[in-house]
């Protein structure tokens, strides 16, 4: 079922080595090339404002841009914004209006599609902008609820999500058309809730999306402008109530879609407690990925067939209490998943070499975000929370051994995105912060 796992160019997005997050609609997070950090020394420009970035892609050669929402959890009205950056200084060479984002506070994202224009959903907003950042179309969302992350399907519409957790209701996808951002057909209801981001896998079995719901994984076939749930492919990953919290978004990989439960932390759920989304009456003290877990059961990982739909899963730390902010990464070239635990701290590569889940090392770290992997140089790139001190790490992806470490200048970690600049260089964005970490 799933398609190739090294694809070339993405249909519907711009030629680019990353136009949208996670590099493509799998989600594998893998670049070509590799930092070549060990024996090299790096260097950090890191860039402070009062803006919440969420994500940066590439579009052109030497052309980044960087999407985000405004941390206005209380007082004026939270919206979202685009900036294009100087690649090497980060400063903004372009900057959109305030986008309405619809009263929510929620990151969402950004893809250059293949018509040139850069797309932004946030809020219950979606917009498509020029390459100058200007708005040429804008779009309410039929669902007044904040959205989490859209794709670009190989017909070149827009699919998104809204976000929602147990007892809050079925999910939507709403799915766009590129020129006008019309709404193509009726919205698709979801049988259940869903707070992670979809995937997409294009395959000769035709186009399919995946989306982690409150008790089972879904899987959405795309047939024209029709949209359906396939009846016949539902894991359950997960009772209710039970031990363990909601799945962010998968990587599809290998013929096998890869999760992490224990995502609707305590901060998670005061956001999506109120209406709208994140906007609280008075000081709100909950927002702290490292507050206690509120479920007992440790940080899983899980693997679920696409074909069988089951589900083999590993504890790899067994500590009570475990929970994230970011999904896993399966790199098929080195047949290693890579999990972690940012409430308790732990990093742990997973193999499957042998058709069973085996943890064949684990580090010392407490990450949050989503990373990069560079299957050529066995690299991957993380963060490493200390206290006032966001750190990127590079991990041997066979052994485990950390061999970089380096401080952002971030004095905040949250879930968001690592971007590689192709260029022996990371992107790292968070609030208040947006950085880049380049080697020799």
């Given amino acids: 079922m799933t398609g190739q796992d090294r694809a070339g160019p993405l249909p519907g997005y711009y030629p680019s ?6 590099g493509g609609n799998r989600r594998q997070k893998a670049a070509a090339g590799g930092l070549n950090a060990r024996g090299s020394e790096a260097r950090v420009i890191c860039r402070n404002d009062d803006r919440w970035h969420v994500m940066a892609i590439r579009r052109g050669p030497g052309e980044i841009y960087v999407g985000g929402t405004m941390p206005a959890w209380q007082g004026p009205e939270p919206f979202g914004w685009l900036q294009k950056l100087d690649p090497e200084t980060l400063a903004p060479l372009a900057s959109s209006p305030e986008l309405p984002a619809g009263g929510h506070v929620w990151f969402g994202a950004i893809a250059a599609h293949a018509n040139g224009d850069i797309y932004e959903v946030n809020g219950c907003y979606m917009h498509r902008l020029d390459p100058d950042c200007q708005v040429a179309t804008e779009r309410r969302l039929p669902v007044d609820q904040a959205h989490n992350g859209m794709l670009i399907l190989s017909d070149g519409s827009i699919v998104t999500k809204d976000l929602r957790l147990a007892g809050q209701g079925p999910s939507t996808i709403t799915r766009l058309a590129a020129d006008g951002l019309e709404v193509i057909g009726e919205p698709l209801r979801l049988p259940e809730g869903s707070m992670g981001r979809i995937a997409s896998d294009l395959t000769a079995d035709g186009e399919f999306i995946y989306i982690p719901g409150i008790e089972h994984v879904w899987r ?19 009772g209710e109530p039970g031990p363990q919290g909601l799945s962010w978004d998968g990587c599809i990989s290998s013929d096998a879609l ?6 609707d932390i305590d901060s998670l759920r005061a956001i999506y407690g109120v209406h709208p989304n994140g906007r609280f009456d008075g000081p709100e003290h909950r927002l702290s990925w490292r507050r206690p877990a509120p479920w007992d059961g440790p940080q899983r990982l899980l693997k679920v067939s696409l074909n069988s ?6 504890a790899p730390f067994g ?22 635990d940012s409430i308790n701290g732990g990093v742990a590569g997973i193999s499957d070499a042998d058709g069973d889940l085996k943890v064949s090392w684990t580090v010392d770290a407490r990450p949050s975000m989503q990373p ?8 991957f790139v993380i963060n490493d929370f200390k206290p006032d001190d966001d750190q990127l790490i590079v991990i041997d992806i066979q052994t485990g051994e950390v061999i970089y470490r380096v401080s952002t200048g971030s004095h905040i970690a949250n879930g968001m995105f ?6 022996r260089d990371i992107y790292y964005c968070s609030t208040y912060a947006v950085a880049r970490v380049q080697w020799g």
């Avoid at 080595?17 to 996670?22: A, G, K, N």
């Avoid at 890869?258 to 995502?263: A, C, I, K, R, T």
């Fill in 309 to 314: 739909g089951d589900i083999q899963s590993i």
């Fill in 418 to 423: 690592l971007t590689p600049g192709g260029d």
């Fill in 17 to 22: 080595p990353w136009p949208v997050e996670c």
């Fill in 220 to 238: 959405i076939h795309v047939d024209g402008d029709r949209m359906a749930v396939d009846e016949k492919w539902r894991p359950q990953y997960r």
């Fill in 258 to 263: 890869w999760l992490m439960d224990n995502g």
């Fill in 319 to 340: 500590t009570p209490g475990g929970g994230i902010i970011a999904p896993p990464v399966y790199v098929p070239e080195h047949k290693m998943c890579i999990a972690w």
């Fill in 372 to 379: 990069v992997v560079f299957p050529e140089t066995g690299e």
